[in-house]
């Protein structure tokens, strides 16, 4: 049991890249998803030039996350489009 217990405390002392980030409220939607582009570079890096499998397995859940928060900045859009009073959008 204690040597469970050890290796569990092992593991969770070690450092481990996390991909997904708290996501900054404030920051705006394109920032965000510049900054979770910039994030996954050095699993891009480390799995096409280093053949490193387990940052491939990074690579799709950020790949993921980012179609994700595409979706979201998708459906943001179409509110405040749909938002907008019809006649500021109509033309005369």
């Known amino acids: 049991m204690s040597q469970t217990k ?3 405390q092992k593991n969770m002392s ?3 890249k996390k991909v997904t980030q708290v996501v900054d ?3 705006k939607p394109f920032e ?3 900054e979770h582009i ?8 480390k799995f096409y030039d280093k ?3 387990t940052a ?3 690579i799709r859940k950020g790949m993921q996350e980012l179609k994700e928060m595409a979706q979201s900045i998708r459906l943001d859009v179409q509110n405040r489009k749909n938002a907008t009073t019809p006649s500021s959008s ?3």
Not at 38 to 45: G, I, N, P, T, V
């Open 6 to 8: 050890n290796m569990s």
């Open 14 to 16: 070690s450092p481990q």
């Open 25 to 27: 409220k404030n920051k």
């Open 32 to 34: 965000r998803i510049m």
């Open 38 to 45: 910039k994030d996954l570079e050095d699993d891009f890096a």
């Open 51 to 53: 053949g490193n499998k």
């Open 56 to 58: 491939g397995t990074r």
């Open 90 to 92: 109509k033309k005369k």
